[in-house]
Nanobody, 125 residues
Framework: QVQLVESGGGSVQAGDSLRLACAAS????????MAWFRQAPGKEREFVAG????????YYADSVKGRFTVSRDNAENTVSLQMNSLKPEDTAVYYC??????????????????WGQGTQVTVSS
């Protein structure tokens, strides 16, 4: 069992930065491939970034590539998303998710076993 709690969301201006954090409880965090998803109003939840168990591989949606960076600290049971050059279209609720027992993240939400409650990010122009 893994419990996930996101933090770090807020309201910013276009061009600003935010850093989201996801704290995990449970001894199996290091066995999770982790990912960030987001869901904007009226839209489906979409993959944003993912990271392998060992941090050896990082994957990004095209819409955030070059602006967002995912990282994790298995000793601290945390995964982070550094978001730079934010745009209004980045406005969404951001979720972290664990794909248990898997090395690689996947871009499909159905493949994730545990989810956080989400944190709101609002970017105004």
């Amino acid at each position: 069992q893994v419990q996930l709690v996101e933090s770090g969301g807020g309201s910013v201006q276009a061009g600003d930065s935010l850093r989201l954090a996801c704290a995990a409880s449970g001894r199996t965090f290091s066995m999770c491939a982790m990912a960030w998803f987001r869901q904007a109003p009226g839209k489906e939840r979409e993959f944003v970034a993912g990271i392998t168990r060992s941090s050896g591989g990082k994957y990004y949606a095209d819409s955030v590539k070059g602006r967002f960076t995912v990282s994790r600290d298995n000793a601290e049971n945390t995964v982070s998303l550094q978001m730079n050059s934010l745009k209004p279209e980045d406005t969404a609720v951001y979720y972290c998710a664990c794909r248990g027992g898997s090395y690689y993240p996947r871009p499909h939400e159905s493949e994730y076993d545990y989810w956080g409650q989400g944190t709101q990010v609002t970017v105004s122009s």
